[in-house]
């Protein structure tokens, strides 16, 4: 049932195919999670989860730092996992940032994305046409990323070039909620870089 609900979540979202621009789609932050992205993990940390959540999911951090955020007007608990980081406020996560293969993001280990995974696909029907005449059809494999608008030419943001960028507004459940996501490609379309902030 669990992958079938997975499924249902990744088909059923809009799709936006590399060369188009669109407006930033919603993603529901309440179902796909941080996990270890070394092997097969159950465990989910969630944004709002707590420092105690993230710890049964990830185990102890690497490090840990007291910053001030900007943002949030206010000093921020910082969590480090080799390059990842999370961002806790209050003992809320309300950020985090994959700068590496540590962790992982997504509503599965068989369904999540890291840094060095490479820009996920599906093959979309087109149909052959031969002098302006209908026949029959062919597959294509087309760049996918479910829920995310993917850019249609390189920029930067938050102080990273980007060949490709995945952005979504984040939503809970089906109510909109002040968030975002970003998903950074290099020019080799692998994952460099994830932030989510809700």
């Known amino acids: 049932m669990k992958n079938i609900l997975a499924f249902l979540f990744f088909t059923l979202v809009l799709q936006v195919y590399t060369g188009l621009t669109a407006q930033a789609q919603n993603i529901d932050y309440t179902r796909a999670g941080l996990m270890k992205a070394d092997y097969d993990h159950r465990a989910l940390l969630y944004l709002s989860g707590s420092r105690s959540m993230a710890t049964a999911a990830l185990g102890s951090p690497t490090s840990v730092t007291t910053e001030f955020s900007e943002v949030d007007d206010k000093n921020i608990e910082v969590w480090q996992y080799n390059a990842c980081k999370l961002y806790f406020v209050a003992d809320a996560l309300v950020a985090y ?54 850019s249609a030419r390189a920029g930067k943001t938050r102080n990273f070039n980007y060949a490709v960028m995945g952005s979504a507004y984040l939503q809970s459940g089906t109510t909109p909620v002040d968030g975002f996501s970003e998903i950074l490609f290099n020019s080799a379309r692998t994952i460099f870089n994830i932030y989510v902030r809700q």
């Open 97 to 150: 940032e994959l700068s590496d293969a540590t962790l992982a993001m997504g509503l599965s280990y068989s369904n999540s994305l890291k840094v060095g995974s490479p820009m996920p696909t599906r093959q979309i029907r087109v149909p052959d046409t031969e002098g302006g005449v209908r026949g029959g059809y062919h597959y294509e494999e087309v760049e996918s990323l479910p829920g995310y608008s993917l």
